[in-house]
């Protein structure tokens, strides 16, 4: 059974950093679209960012472009999400997600298959 398990979130000012990672288990995540989502109160989850390792692939959110960088360890199952010059509007809880096998990158919370029990972000200004 696939899981996923986010960490590295926290409390940082702005124009911080910070990063998360997620590790993977039970799937062969080599043909697997990792994507990491945010959640803020009262708003609908949004994709951030994914990744695709095989026909390699990244996505980034407008929100997040030049700031945000994902990448993987395939050997380890782990995904990262490098968060630099954080702003207050960042502020969410982040869940890594996936789907696979070889679905390409997907931008809807409704196609991934598998999520995290997600981190919390908070960026004070």
């Known amino acids: 059974q696939v899981q996923l398990v986010e960490s590295g979130g926290g409390l940082v000012q702005a124009g911080g950093s910070l990063t998360l990672s997620c590790a993977a288990s039970?799937?062969?995540?080599?043909?697997?679209?990792m994507g990491w989502f945010r959640q803020a109160p009262g708003k609908e989850r949004h994709l951030v960012a994914a990744?695709?390792?095989?026909?390699?692939?990244?996505y980034y959110a407008d929100s997040v472009k030049g700031r945000f960088t994902v990448s993987g360890d395939n050997a380890k199952n782990m995904v990262y999400l490098q968060m630099n010059s954080l702003k207050p509007e960042d502020t969410a809880v982040y869940y890594c997600?996936?789907?696979?096998?070889?679905?390409?990158?997907?931008?809807?919370?409704?196609?991934?298959?598998?999520w995290g029990q997600g981190t919390q972000v908070t960026v004070s200004s």
């Open positions: 039970g799937g062969t995540f080599s043909t697997y679209t």
């Open positions: 997600a996936a789907v696979g096998p070889y679905r390409g990158i997907r931008y809807m919370a409704r196609d991934y298959d598998f």
């Open positions: 990744l695709t390792w095989s026909n390699p692939n990244t």
